[in-house]
């Protein structure tokens, strides 16, 4: 696997330092990619940038991406984000369900 920026500092486990801020509950350089794929993966599309998605990209693949969009976006990322994954990958039919708050 190849990083997509020579800039990007990783742990030992291969997730981008740069994301330590939005897995305040978790000891970054303990969590391991696979077994925390659903977690890494939520945080990362709901306030990665740039480089962070490209590294998303290149260690799950587009359809992993998008098949947890559409059963977990709808739940896990903001509306604005969710949005903006569902056109990204052109997903008209999502899982949804009822909000608790009305924004």
Same mark, same amino acid.
């Not at 742990?11 to 303990?30: D, K």
């Not at 969590?31 to 962070?52: H, K, M, N, Q």
């Given at each position: 696997?190849?990083?997509?920026?020579?800039?990007?500092?990783?742990?030992?486990? =291969?997730?981008?330092?740069? &994301? #330590?801020?939005? +897995?305040?509950? !978790?000891?970054? /350089?303990? *969590?391991?990619?696979?077994?925390?794929?659903?977690?890494?993966?939520?945080?990362?599309?709901?306030? =990665?940038?740039?480089?962070? &998605? #490209?590294?998303? +990209?290149?260690? !799950?693949?587009? /359809?992993? *991406?998008?098949?947890?969009?559409?059963?977990?976006?709808?739940?896990?990322?903001?509306?604005?984000?969710?949005?903006?994954?569902?056109?990204?990958?052109?997903?008209?039919? !999502?899982?949804?369900?009822?909000?608790?708050?009305?924004?």
């Amino acid at each position: 696997m190849s990083i997509p920026d020579d800039t990007l500092e990783l742990t030992p486990a =291969g997730i981008p330092v740069s &994301l #330590r801020p939005f +897995f305040q509950e !978790y000891v970054l /350089e303990n *969590l391991d990619p696979e077994r925390s794929a659903f977690t890494v993966i939520e945080r990362t599309l709901a306030w =990665g940038r740039l480089p962070e &998605l #490209r590294w998303l +990209f290149v260690r !799950y693949e587009p /359809e992993r *991406l998008a098949e947890w969009v559409h059963q977990f976006g709808w739940r896990c990322l903001s509306r604005q984000r969710l949005k903006y994954w569902l056109r990204f990958f052109e997903i008209t039919d !999502y899982r949804h369900g009822e909000r608790i708050w009305p924004h």
